[in-house]
């Protein structure tokens, strides 16, 4: 059995010639110019019949069929053809079937290699091994060491960088650091606000409920006063501007590294630290302690407020706050959150200067400094907790 097709091209229209030996071996011959134009007819009619020769004999109860392709006489063949070959030997190798190809032209064949049809088009699925609990925690100890020796090296950099900026103020992109203060600080000014209210509230209404019962509801504000000029103040601003300003500057820095644009200030001889760290870090001191003000004057008039509904007047709160809140006390919380500011906007500039590559690596390095922004928080605060407990201060 035959069957002859021919297509209308530009030039030279290709003929191809489909013939069965027996029920197990067939051939196509292709003639002619062989490209994209002419072979749109010819692809589905070839493909039509060799779907039903496949499906003509279980293959369960025969030999594997074999095709043939024969290209002795193919004038000229381009991309397309190539692509006909490679979904006639998908066919055959889906139903166990052989491919061969024959009489095709020396000219060609570095064309049919190179597209090493079948393994680089539908390659055999992986399997990953599954890592075992002691791989898995190599790995995850590895990552922490790199970790912990990439945060030395960048504080080492931003350290000697801030010491720059100190002898060379004029150098300094202080249109950078007025736009990040901005955006930092005042954008920053009305959640700061309703958290610290809130939190004034909670926390004078859970010390009150306490206090009720052995008569001390009149301690409550000089108590609450207390925890949030030393505390909760700067702790509620620093997790804040963690969740806020540290993933904006890995996402801002880290769109920048997908784009390119540090590798280009590097290349032009500009120091990405410099250029977009020190602003951040400068502008990450000035507004940590103004935010953490705010928050401990909107949190202790809440707290003032609180403390009327269990009769205490606000001359009464205000001399206890005055009595029990010193200056020193005030002092310590601004210092905690200068130090908080450092930390939160230094993280997030390292964070977006490893961000990585693909369509979730900045999404990946908001996330890490944020998370890292956080265990920060808490370890610096720990570490000046105790210090204060020894110095008293």
């Known amino acids: 059995m035959s069957i002859s097709v021919t297509s209308a091209a530009i030039s030279s229209p290709p003929v191809v010639m489909w013939s069965q030996t027996d029920a197990h071996i067939a051939k196509v011959v292709l003639s ?3 490209d994209v134009y002419s072979l749109g007819g010819i692809w589905t009619q070839i ?3 060799q779907t039903a020769w496949l499906g003509s004999v279980d293959k369960s109860d025969a030999p594997e069929k074999t095709l043939t392709f024969d ?4 004038a000229s063949i381009d991309g397309a053809g190539i692509a006909f070959l490679i979904d006639l030997e998908r066919a055959q190798q889906e139903a166990g079937g052989k491919f061969e190809v024959i009489g095709l032209d020396a000219r060609f064949q570095p064309m049919l290699h190179a597209f090493d049809p079948i393994n680089l088009l539908f390659p055999a699925p992986t399997i990953e091994p599954k890592r075992n609990f002691i791989v898995s925690t190599g790995m995850a100890t590895q990552n922490l060491i790199d970790d912990a020796l990439g945060l030395i090296t960048f504080t080492g950099h931003l350290a000697s960088d ?5 002898c060379h103020i004029k150098q300094v992109r202080w249109g950078d650091f007025v736009n990040t203060a901005v955006q930092a600080g005042i954008a920053a000014l009305p959640i700061v ?3 610290s209210f809130l939190i004034g509230v909670i926390l004078s209404f859970q010390a009150a409920i306490g206090m009720a019962q052995f008569g001390a509801v009149s301690f409550v504000g000089p108590l609450a006063a207390l925890g949030i000029v030393r505390e909760m103040g700067p702790l509620i601003t620093a997790i804040l501007l963690a969740g806020r300003s540290s993933a904006a500057f890995a996402a801002e820095i880290g769109t920048m590294t997908v784009n390119s644009e540090v590798d280009a200030l590097v290349s032009g001889g500009l120091s990405p630290i410099r250029f977009l760290v020190v602003p951040r870090v400068l502008a990450g001191i000035l507004v940590a302690p103004i935010l953490t003000l705010f928050a401990d004057i909107v949190s202790i008039f809440a707290s003032m407020v609180t403390m009327l509904a269990y009769g205490v007047p606000f001359i009464n709160f205000y001399n206890g706050m005055l009595n029990a809140v010193g200056l020193e006390d005030i002092g310590s919380g601004l210092i905690k959150a200068t130090l908080f500011g450092v930390v939160i906007s230094a993280v997030g500039c390292l964070r ?11 999404g990946i390095s908001a996330t890490r400094a944020v998370v ?3 265990v920060m928080i808490v370890l610096v605060d720990g570490i000046f907790a105790f210090i204060s407990y020894k110095t008293g201060f």
């Open 32 to 34: 002619g110019k062989i």
């Open 47 to 49: 493909s039509a019949a």
């Open 71 to 74: 290209g002795s006489q193919i």
């Open 162 to 166: 801030l010491i720059w900026s100190v």
């Open 193 to 195: 606000g309703l958290v």
């Open 352 to 362: 977006g200067m490893q961000t990585g590559t693909g369509a979730a690596a900045v």
């Open 372 to 374: 890292s922004s956080i």
